[in-house]
Structures are given as C-alpha cells and as structure tokens.
C-alpha cells in the first residue's frame, strides 16, 4: 500500500474544521437471535461453534420462512434506548434494507429505517482533559447481524487476492442495536478522544444494563466513525456546508478508533489543501501500518431501496413497560465514575489508569468482594494485566474479582508475600484452585513461626559472623544481607519485615 500524503496534525486544524458522526453497532446477549428461534449462545459462543450450526431456515433465508420478533431483545432496544436519553417511539416499523450480503442468505438485512425505536437522544462524555461533551444521538434502531466471511488462499486474509471466500451463518441473525449519533461540532483538536470516548461510554452503558458482552475484540461491540472537514471562515461569515465524509468501518479497540479519525483528519487536509477532493466512501482501517485504505463509494439511503417488511408488524411498547424500564436503569457512566473516583480516593492519574485499561467495572467487582481499592487497582492494572496482554486475553477472561479479592485478604492475613501471592495469582489464571486451594497444594504459606525464623536467621549470621557488630555500630543496613540469606533459605516463603526486627532484636541484645 502505497504511503499517504498527511497533514501535520496542528496545520489541519488551522485550515479546517473536523465534524465527526459515528455509528456504534451493540450486540445484544438475548438467548435467540432477532427474528428466529437459532441459539445465541451467551459469551460469543457463535465464534467458536462449528460453522452453520447455529441457524435455522429462517437464517438461510429458506422458502416459506418468516421471521418473528425478538420480544426480549425489543426490551433490551428499549432500555438502551433510554439510557441514551432518546424518546421512544410508540410504534416503530421493521424495513427490508436491500444490498447484496453473501453472508445474508435472503439477500437483504431486515433493520429499521425511517421508524427506529429510539430517537433524539444526548450522552454526556468526559475526556481525560476534563471537557465534558453532550453528544447528540440520532436514533438507535434494531436490525440483525449479518454472518461471516473467511477468504481463503490471499495473504492478507483479505477478498483481494483470495481463492475462495467461505461464509458462516452462525452469527446472521444475531440481534443488534445501531446508535447513530447527528453530527458533531465544536470537538476540534480533540476531535479523535472524543471518539474514543464516546465507543467507550457506549460499551460502559451496555455493560451496566447487562445488555451486551460489549467486546470490541469480538465484535459484539463494532464502531464506524464518519469524519469529515470543512474550511475555516473568518468571522461573521455564514459556515460553509458539510465536507464530503468517509466512513471508517468496523474499527475494534478505542486506540484504534482515535488513530483512524486522527488519520482521517491529516489525509483528507492534505487533499483538500492540495485542490483535490474527497470521495464519500468506506474505508479499510489497518492496524499495523496506522492509516486507512478505501473500500467501496458509500451508499446513500435511497440506493438500498428500504421498504416496510411485511412479514413483521410495527412494534408497539407499552407506556406501562417503557416506564418500568426507564425505573430499572442504572447511573450513567460519567455520574459513576465520578462517584467511584471519590469513592476510592484515587488520584486523577491513578483513576485515569484504570479506565484506559477498561478495568473500572473489575476493580469495583474486587472492591465489593473485600478488597481495598488500592489492592485492587494494584491486581488489576498490574500483574493481572500483564499477563493478560502476553497471552492476547480480556483481563476479566482470566481470573474472577472475587478471586482477586480472597487472595489480597491472604495477603492482608499475612498468609502471602505479594511475591508468592503472584505465585497463587498463577495457579489460580491456570486453574488450580482458589486462592487457599493452591496456597495449601503448593505449600506457599508464610512462615510465621518464630522459631524457625530465629533458626534461619543464626545460621545467616554463623556465616556472616561480624554483621551484628555492624549493626552495633550503627551500619544498619548491613542487616540486609542476613535477611537476603533467610529468604532465600525459606524460598521465599518469609515475612521479611518480620526477619529484619528479629535480627535488629538480635543484634541490640
């Protein structure tokens, strides 16, 4: 792929201003698919099922099959809905959206079009720099999920350059809620974290109202993020029309979200600058070079020819459940993670650090389990988290808060080091056992006994027969050598802090 010309960053926005819209695609974890009886097995299990087994005629797209509304999943719409301070339609109206989908057996994806069940919304979003945004939501439609392509015999992995493409059918039908936001100004530089910021509320909101598994690494989270710019006018002047927008499809973590509309920002300045224009189109997001290449010119509304499906009748919630849903919601994410930043007394860095590694829920999990919020953030956004980007894993994937929790109260007992903690931390990611389990199997707990302590520490010094007259003489630190011996006699399996006032007791004796 050949090198894009780019913008600097700051030029880009002295000439232009960025306007972004972005498309958030949650996957919701109802027991059935949208319109049929297929499975939809909780923890993303279509990933890992053998293809075309998680269907029915319906998904194929079979003669004579009709669809039937998920009731669960228009709960679920609704209460998402409400969480995004959208109004909800009294009778929304499914559509048949016509496009060529290999990977949609009837040829066409039944969604919503021109009656979603959610409009007119607004989410507030907090950036690291501490400017808060109201973004405006236009809609939040239901629709299904189309299945999944493997091209196989190209490099790439990639339709350019393949042999043959195999489809999977397991994920069609899997229900979905779109949250298309109106678009937004006044972002500037900051443009690209608020993207990511706002993909990242979403997934905060989804996961409060258990709605979604909400994993962008897995798709049941999927982001499209339309930028486009417009040039600068002195003021007084009326605002230019809208730019010429590109659509960034199915980008799949927050960093990556802000690096393509940052990209997005530099390329198109730097055609726009050089008397060029931009085509409407999607485009390709590559993680491993950092820029986008384009897929296919973007399709307007009138080019999938929607029209009422009429095998569905509109949906029409009751007042009584709308309001028995909008009871049941949660606090919204910013208001909880203002809350919980005090609540554990975290500095801005510290809370910060929790949140750019997605742990917030996890943490506050192990907090209610027991465990401090220092320990826990120091689990979590530490060991837990290290082990889990060598091994290409959600750090929740590894280990339950509980867990978490029963094994800093072993450490709080005294029972463990935090180096043989890590040792238990091991055992329990390999599935050994709980905390204590492993301490007992593998014999990790402390050494509390005085005696054996004393014993350890008197051979230490018959080796290092002058270390006590050191310390006599005010050489403190001399200690250190007695207690690196000790602990390494007890492998590890001593309080070294108890080992140190034992010898100070020893040498003042």
Not at 64 to 74: D, K, Q, R, T
Not at 146 to 157: E, F, N, R
Request: hydrophobic share 40%; net charge negative; aromatic share 6%.
């Amino acid at each position: 792929m050949a090198k894009t010309d780019l913008m600097d960053y700051d030029k880009a926005l002295e000439l232009f201003e960025p306007v972004i819209g972005l498309e958030v695609h949650v996957e919701l974890n109802t027991v059935t698919k949208m319109f049929s009886a297929a499975p939809n097995p909780a923890n993303s299990a279509y990933h890992d099922a053998a293809p075309n087994t998680l269907v029915t005629p319906v998904c194929l797209g079979l003669p004579g099959s009709l669809p039937v509304v998920n009731g669960e999943a228009v709960r679920k719409s609704i209460s998402l809905g409400l969480a995004l301070g959208c109004s909800i339609a009294e009778s929304s109206r499914f559509a048949r959206k016509n496009y060529f989908y290999p990977d949609l057996a009837k040829n066409y994806q039944i969604s919503q079009y021109d009656e979603p069940i959610a409009h007119d919304g607004e989410v507030e979003v907090e950036l690291d720099n501490g400017r808060v945004f109201h973004v405006p939501i236009e809609r939040a439609h239901m629709e299904e999920d189309a299945g999944k392509l493997t091209h196989v015999g190209g490099a790439t992995g990639r339709i350019q350059g393949a042999e043959y493409s195999l489809v999977d059918y397991n994920r069609a039908g899997v229900p979905l809620v779109e949250i298309v936001t109106k678009p937004i100004f006044g972002a500037e530089a900051d443009a690209p974290a608020l993207a990511a910021a706002y993909v990242s509320t979403i997934r905060d909101i989804a996961l409060s109202l258990g709605i979604s598994e909400a994993r962008m690494e897995r798709g049941n989270l999927r982001c499209d993020a339309n930028v486009s710019l417009r040039p600068r006018v002195a003021d007084g002047e009326p605002a230019p029309k809208l730019g010429i927008r590109t659509e960034t499809k199915n980008v799949n973590s927050f960093r990556s979200i802000e690096r393509a509309v940052r990209f997005e920002i530099q390329r198109q300045a730097a055609i726009l600058a050089a008397g060029g224009s931009i085509t409407q189109e999607t485009r390709h997001w590559h993680e491993d070079t950092g820029e986008t290449s384009a897929g296919r010119p973007k399709s307007d509304a009138d080019d999938y020819r929607y029209f009422p499906e009429p095998d569905l009748l509109p949906v029409v919630p009751s007042a009584e459940l709308v309001e028995e849903l909008r009871a049941a919601l949660p606090e919204s994410p910013v208001v909880r993670r203002r809350r919980r930043k005090a609540e554990w007394g975290f500095t801005d860095l510290e809370f910060q650090g929790v949140v750019n590694a997605g742990l917030t829920n996890e943490v506050a999990a192990t907090v209610a389990a027991g465990a401090s919020p220092a320990a826990a953030r120091k689990w979590w956004t530490g060991e837990i988290l290290r082990i889990a980007n060598a091994e290409a894993k959600e750090p929740s994937a590894l280990v339950e808060p509980a867990a978490v929790a029963e094994l800093q109260q072993l450490v709080d007992a005294g029972t463990l080091t935090d180096k043989l903690a890590r040792q238990v931390l091991e055992g329990m990611i390999a599935g050994e056992g709980s905390p204590q389990q492993i301490v007992d199997a593998r014999g990790l707990a402390v050494v509390s006994d005085d005696g054996a302590l004393i014993a350890a520490i008197d051979e230490a010094l018959a080796a290092q027969p002058d270390v006590l007259e050191k310390i006599r003489d005010g050489k403190v630190q001399a200690a250190g050598a007695v207690i690196g011996a000790v602990m390494k006699a007890m492998q590890g399996k001593a309080d070294a802090a108890r080992v140190r006032e034992l010898v100070l007791e020893r040498a003042s004796a």
